[in-house]
């Protein structure tokens, strides 16, 4: 009866350690596919060229602002867009390893859009050269860093990496005036 016992009572523990370890690697998230490993909170600093064109955005830890542009707003529902893009983009295929054929995927110096994250101190956290897809309209070509292998996204965000101002900011709105306010 006791031999029975501890037999049961080993299993019973086997299996809530089987259960909690099954239950600890499923909350673990793999991000070998995933193109940025940085988090939002580590960005202070956006860079996007394409071509001559270029725009910065920069972060003092409140607000977000567009460099040369201070009459304009930085639209928070279109940063915070760009970022849950970005940063859950994913590669899903490799396209090419021949750095000949980077300007046929639009991942050139000159052909693609640059993205480039800076930290707190200015000091480069991550880039990458994007590209429209010729063969498949939902996703973008992408080039990591100085990386040779060109890798197609699971999404297309080649339109998101704009470098025009407007597409960021708007002008704010004036305050309105109080109405309890009377000069006299």
Do not use: C
């Not at 596919?33 to 988090?39: G, H, N, R, S, W």
């Not at 590209?131 to 309209?137: D, L, P, Q």
């Not at 100085?146 to 990496?161: A, F, G, I, P």
């Amino acid at each position: 009866m006791v031999k029975y016992r501890i037999w049961i009572i080993g299993l019973i523990s086997l299996i809530i350690l089987f259960t909690l370890s099954q239950f600890k690697q499923s909350s673990l998230i793999s991000r070998s596919d995933q193109i940025f490993d940085i988090d939002k909170s580590d960005i202070f600093g956006i860079q996007i060229r394409q071509g001559d064109d270029s725009l910065s955005l920069s972060f003092n830890g409140d607000i977000w602002s567009i460099l040369n542009h201070d009459s304009l707003q930085v639209k928070d529902n279109t940063l915070n867009s760009f970022f849950d893009k970005l940063l859950s983009l994913n590669r899903t295929s490799l396209v090419s390893k021949n750095s000949s054929k980077w300007d046929k995927f639009m991942v050139g110096d000159s052909t693609g859009t640059h993205l480039s994250f800076f930290d707190y101190n200015g000091l480069l956290l991550s880039n990458i050269i994007v590209g429209r897809s010729n063969a498949e309209w939902a996703s973008s070509n992408v080039r990591i860093g100085d990386k040779v292998e060109v890798y197609q996204t699971n999404e297309n965000v080649s339109w998101q990496l704009n470098t025009s101002a407007t597409f960021w900011g708007e002008v704010p709105s004036s305050p309105e005036a109080d109405s309890t306010d009377i000069d006299l």
